[in-house]
């Protein structure tokens, strides 16, 4: 970039004075109900962005597309009369900010104070409209304070009959023993197969394992039976699905919370098992086919394997059971994996039909989903199909395509298929429900179970209950104590607990947690010892956006007052916007949901969803249209965008690139031509002379502006205010550009239509427009705008200046473009022909040749044909 373009305008000695002067006056600071500056007649608006991890690279130019956004209408909001509410904070505990400790030989407390310093002062640089007094970190101890006591009010709620999350005392009322209380709480222990990571040293949440490998670091996962805490999240997923559609979010989002949940309807079935007084039962989405089922297959873990393997075949399962103990979930039910799986010698009886089917176990069924059995119907499933091939076990079909004659026993011929049919059809070899179409058959077969005691109708979900602990250090304590093998809550008032300082933090590769190694922080009494978990990372993002409308609360995790002022008091209310990334979707989004709903029962918060609109922005990919990384060298660093072309362009060019929700490729081109548009809008009020010193241009004026100018003034007040509310930025951008270039075309420049473009301009490129405001107060007082530009109000259009009053009239001479001209828009034909006759450029062409036709069509053109 050659050295005149760089010097178009100078962005780097006004940028940080307005930076200061914002931080100095605290432009942004947002009161809240109560407060003396507090106007109660105003509107709330709560606008978010997903806060981030604050690594040690500092913002990528990913960062700033959501936070420009969220600034854009945050400013414009504030400036229509609305109270906003606009914050930022630091999710800072968890594996990322351990392992980069560790990286760098520090205590993860020193980098991440570092780290959050170096984001801070970014943001800072990039002009974010941020409210910084509510500033949260989710490692600072009067955060973390209020992490660790709601989890103290899962731990002592459980779900009452309603379905609704209930204070523990309600059973302790009713007398239920210690047992039975512990075993309904929301916060649990329980000791089952998790994922295992050894290189992280520690147990990972399914949703934090992708094909088998860790979400971070991407590390092999193993399966290892471990003493865990757990959320009891499924009691709340039919709500958690059922609460979505009066949700303002993207469709895919809420179909992968869905999915994710996975609700199915079907039935549970008790299976009696031979030689033994024990049932086993399973859930099943098809007991129409109850009559196909020819086999059983258990979890290789399953408590009943010990109880049903007979002596012959415990060396074959012992070997099974081994060798499936260190696969993943997902290597287990990998579909298009080879199926293996071994007999246990024991057999059931299938109870509508009284027969002998063999039990097996494999790898593919697990305990942690459904009931740890099945049903194998093989010829109306895919996996039990290839299973049933590659071992020679029985295939019946049961249900048909099309309706089939039954043979004279009242059976159909053919009862082998030659392929799985794992669609509905029609009912056959299956006693009374042959002929029935499949929904008829599911629901006969229900009643029937439920009528004989051997089954009942049932809804399942493919949730899993939330694995909340981790063997880690860096992350919120417990505050649990326990004593003599039980588990309590510790007293409110020693919260917060703060982890111990530890010099050794590192994980041993061993279920043996980092907070052992503090002896004297462990010892909680003489009889009694703290947990030693910690909470995932995702405990603090699970209520950041209640922290922020209360930050400085000592009392409350949050006002009564003021979460139902910014959360909205009503349904669903929350958050008005928030933008952040798909990646979220089934982990934050479901978890925060959770948290909220139990906050919501308890009477804490006063709506029961926490986002009430939820944007997600695109990708910003390399120049070479791949994913930004170190490895493909084409990672751009937002600091050199900024120096290069200061901090005004880059929120433009990001907003500028393209809709807001789409994956767009970076371009350095693009980035330099919304810099050149900057540099267009400062010549608008400043000039240069020859020895590079700024003056008030003369051409700016306070006169009256042009009819042209004026039209496209208020088109664009009126556009660029539709757009910022339907969060079309880029359309916004290009509609001021069309306002430049018509004050560009005036010969003088109308200072008040300036100061009113200043105003629209300011939420995108709000130092700029600051700086040219404070200009024009130098020469016209009067018209500039007292004070900051940013506590101005939105300017109103005006819809008579819109209507159009003139006309463009093309003249032609013999069918060719001579010249055109404005007329009045209700001019007649004969006032247009005299306009065009007298045009020189037409007389020029016209060479004094006779007029053979004259053609003029009103509003369009006039055709002289010579």
Known sequence: MSSEQRKAFPFSEFEPKWQSEWDAKQ????????????????????????????????????????????????????MTGHNVLHPMGWDAFGLPAEQYAIKTGQHPRVTTEANIDGFRGQLKRLGFAYDWSREVNTTDPGYFKWTQWIFMKLYNSYVNAEGKAAPISELEAQGLSRAEIDARRLAYVSEAPVNWCPELGTVLANEEVIDGKSEVGGFPVERRPLRQWMLRITSFAQRLIDELDGLDWPESIRLLQRNWIGRSEGAEVKFSLVGNDQTVTVFTTRPDTLFGATYMV??????????????????????????????????????????????????????????????????????GYGTGAIMAVPAHDERDWEFATKFHLPIREVVAAAPKLESEGGSVCEMEPASCFASAGFAVNSGFLNGMATPEAKKKMAAWLEEKGLGKAMVNFKLRDWLFSRQRYWGEPFPIVWENGEHRSIPETELPLLPPTLEDFKPSGTPEPPLSKATDWVKYSETATRELNTMPQWAGSCWYYLRYCDAQNNQRFVSEEAEKYWMGGG?????????????HAVLHLLYARFWHKVLFDLGYVSTPEPFQRLVNQGLIMGEDGQKMSKSRGNVVNPDDVVKEYGADALRLYEMF?????????????????????????????????????WSISAALQD????????????????????DIEKLSFNTAIAQMMVCTNAFTAAAT??????????????????????ELNARIATKFADVSVKGLLSDETWPAYDPAALIEDEVEIVFQVNGKLRDKARVAIQATKEEIEKIALASPRVQEFMEGKPIKKLIVVPGKLVNIVV
């Open 27 to 78: 432009a942004f600071r947002t009161p809240n109900p109560g407060d003396a500056d507090f106007d109660a007649s105003k509107p709330k608006f709560y606008v978010l962005d997903m806060f981030p991890y604050p690594s040690g690279a500092g913002l990528h130019v990913g960062h700033p597309e959501g936070y420009t956004a969220t600034d854009i209408i945050g400013r414009y909001k504030k």
């Open 298 to 367: 258990i979890a290789p873990e399953h408590p009943l394997v010990e109880v049903i393997t007979t002596p012959e075949q415990k060396e074959a399962v012992a070997a099974y059971q081994k060798a499936v103990g260190s696969k993943s979930d997902l290597e287990r039910t990998e579909l298009a994996k080879d199926k293996t799986g071994v007999f246990t010698g024991g057999f059931a009886i299938n109870p509508v039909n009284d027969e002998k089917i063999p039990v097996w176990i494999a790898d593919y069924v697990m305990m």
């Open 571 to 583: 349904k669903p209310g929350g958050v008005d916007l928030y933008v952040g990334g798909t990646e």
């Open 657 to 693: 690139m393209g809709p807001l929700e789409q994956v767009k490729p970076w371009s350095m081109k693009g980035v330099e031509g919304v810099y050149r548009f900057l540099a267009r809008v400062w010549r608008l009020v400043m000039e240069q002379n020859a020895e590079g010193e």
């Open 703 to 722: 006169v009256p502006a042009e009819k042209v100018v004026t039209k496209v003034l208020h088109e664009t007040i009126k556009k660029c205010g539709e």
């Open 749 to 770: 420049k109308p200072v008040k239509e300036i100061v009113t473009f200043l105003k629209v301009l300011g939420p995108f490129a709000p130092h700029l427009a600051e």
